[in-house]
């Protein structure tokens, strides 16, 4: 089993920044993928921001130059710093995890394994 914590979401002002971190636990290897996907309400949950071990990324177009994924291999855990944020950007953000290969998880519809997600609220 795999266990993954969010923290960080908030209400935030259009323009504004937000930090959200993923804490994995469990039978995780530092080698699974790690990222980011978000469900806005009456949405479908999408892709935002994914990152390979050796850190190898993706993102979003929507986000790409506004959001920054990183990650600390030896403590399974994985950041996403969000700046210049939007109204469009509201959503839950879930933490998600995958053994599969990053092209995989790409190409794919989610990943393996899912936090609780946190919710992220933009709004002047």
């Known amino acids: 089993q795999v266990q993954l914590v969010e923290s960080g979401g908030g209400l935030v002002q259009p323009g504004g920044s937000l930090r959200l971190s993923c804490a994995a636990s469990g039978s995780i290897s530092s080698m699974y993928v790690m990222g980011w996907y978000r469900q806005a309400p009456g949405k479908q949950r999408e892709l935002v921001s994914v990152?390979?071990?050796?850190?190898?990324?993706n993102y979003a177009d929507s986000v790409k130059g506004r959001f920054t994924i990183s990650r600390v291999n030896a403590a399974n855990t994985v950041y996403l710093q969000m700046n210049s944020l939007k109204p469009e950007d509201t959503a839950v953000y879930y933490c998600?995890?995958?053994?599969?290969?990053?092209?995989?998880?790409?190409?794919?519809?989610?990943?393996?394994?899912w936090g609780k997600g946190t919710l992220v609220t933009v709004s002047s």
């Open positions: 998600g995890a995958d053994p599969k290969p990053l092209l995989i998880v790409i190409k794919g519809s989610g990943m393996d394994y």
């Open positions: 990152i390979s071990s050796g850190g190898g990324t």
